[in-house]
């Protein structure tokens, strides 16, 4: 339960460890959906058996190997139409099976009221900046309040100001419109701090930051096995909420000055979309853990032993490219880490070269030379020999060559390993026990020879 957040055994970026996919049969709970080279996406299902390790299903087997429902189905062929491999994207293809019926009446109907809500939210986002920009460049936006909302009157006067605010922006109405549009969809799931409205992402932080007080005073009267769990569950879900958090207030402050945000519109937006996708990415997954914790919030000792046994199983650990709130730190590690392609003899962690590697390799080709010429000192100087390791040799370079790197998140016991793609860089680490044992061929056949004298 001590595992370092951040050790190089996390996934390294938010991408890596994929965004969950809210199916509804209990095998596929809290499975996350990546892309993959090879087979387009890819279905992370956690291994609920308690042990590590994750199972890795290319998303066309995935029907093959749990049976699911008409939903899940439904949804499976629609996060492979959208390509919905974000939290946002996730959560509209999700909405839009579930409003279809498939997953029954009650959950028809909640996913069209989320739609409704998200849709009125959006309105009020957009009115709330208007009146932010018009505030901001010095007009009086309180007539606007005396006025019925979409009446001509109002659209007229709203249409007025923001032509004036515009010519002060150097802005023709259209684009101020258009502007002022594209920030109110980013911002709707936010919520705009200074005219204290919140959205469903900084309502879900509310919760996690109690969730976390609530599991570390828990943690700390239990003296059951399940303490530490809830220990180490509650330590992600505070690391979770300072980053978070860190990233509401940076997207909390930019927002302050909204002539700015709509004026210098192509280095802002830019911004926004980047901490809105952060937050999202960081609280993806969470809203089922509060689940899980809600249920047995009044229930016995026992039951809460169990349900902090499965959050162990399950805790969106942040990847480790992804705890830097610097945005340019963090793209510079994800051009070395995030790579899919890798040279030979190159250390995959770091994209520089392998200097023990190359190394060996090198020493590898002198040594087959030397025994094919019948230079190597020594009684062994067997052809044959020379010519299986040279031929192994030019084997692994080949191997070492744009190997696919393809981190699989393990989520067990509450700590972080990696799985490799039998067919990914990890041959690199093969490589090197391999490579020992090639240097040691000769030495063995020498020592072979004595022995039978």
Do not use: C
Not at 122 to 131: Q, S
Not at 274 to 284: P, Q, Y
């Amino acid at each position: 339960m001590s595992k370092n957040p951040t050790s190089v055994f996390l996934p390294s970026t938010f991408e890596e460890r994929g965004a969950i996919a809210p199916f509804t049969t209990p095998s596929l709970a809290m499975s996350r959906v990546r892309p993959d080279d090879r087979h387009g996406l890819v279905l992370m299902m956690p291994n609920m058996g308690g042990g590590d390790g994750a199972y890795v299903v290319p998303w066309g087997a995935v029907t093959d190997v749990v049976s699911m429902s008409v939903h899940d189905r439904a949804l499976h062929e629609t996060v492979l139409e959208d390509h919905a491999v974000t939290p946002d994207a996730m959560r509209i293809a999700s909405l839009k099976v579930a409003k279809t019926g498939l997953a029954g009446p009650r959950a028809a109907h909640a996913a069209k009221k989320q739609l409704q809500e998200e849709e009125e939210q959006y309105v009020e986002t957009n009115f709330l900046l208007v009146v932010a920009l018009l505030s901001s460049l010095g007009m009086s936006s309180r007539e606007l309040f005396t006025l019925q909302p979409d009446s001509d009157a109002w659209r007229n006067l709203v249409r007025g100001m923001l032509h004036s605010g515009g010519e002060q922006l150097g802005i023709d109405l259209a684009t101020v419109y258009e502007r002022l549009g594209k920030m109110a969809r980013i911002l709707t799931p936010i919520g705009l701090k200074a005219s204290r409205q919140e959205g469903r992402l900084r309502l879900l932080m509310n919760k996690l930051v109690k969730f976390r007080d609530d599991l570390k005073a828990w943690g700390e009267q239990d003296v059951s096995d399940a303490a530490p769990y809830a220990e180490f569950a509650s330590e992600v879900a505070d690391f979770t909420v300072r980053i978070a958090g860190r990233t509401f207030e940076s997207l909390d402050d930019s927002m302050r000055d909204i002539p700015t945000v709509i004026g210098q519109w192509g280095d802002q937006v830019k911004v926004a979309q980047a901490a809105a996708a952060r937050i999202s990415w960081l609280l993806d997954g969470w809203d089922y853990i509060l689940a899980i914790w809600a249920r047995v919030a009044d229930a016995h000792a026992i039951e809460k032993r169990e349900a902090v046994s499965q959050l162990k199983l399950v805790l969106p650990i942040i990847p480790r490219d992804e705890m830097d709130a610097d945005e340019e730190a963090r793209k510079r590690r994800q051009s070395l880490t995030g790579t899919k392609r890798m040279k030979a003899m190159v250390n995959w962690r770091t994209g520089e070269l392998d200097d023990e590697l190359a190394g060996r390799i090198a020493e590898m080709k002198i040594k087959a030379a030397e025994v094919a010429s019948g230079l190597h000192k020594g009684p062994v100087k067997d052809a044959t020999l020379a010519a299986d390791i040279a031929a192994e040799i030019d084997q692994l370079e080949m191997l070492s060559r744009h190997e696919s790197v393809r981190l699989k998140l393990i989520e067990g016991a509450g700590q972080m390993s990696i799985n490799y793609d039998l067919e990914a860089i990890t041959r690199q680490e093969a490589l090197k026990a391999t490579a020992g044992e090639l240097l040691s061929l000769p030495v063995r056949a020498q020592a072979q020879a004595q022995a039978t004298a």
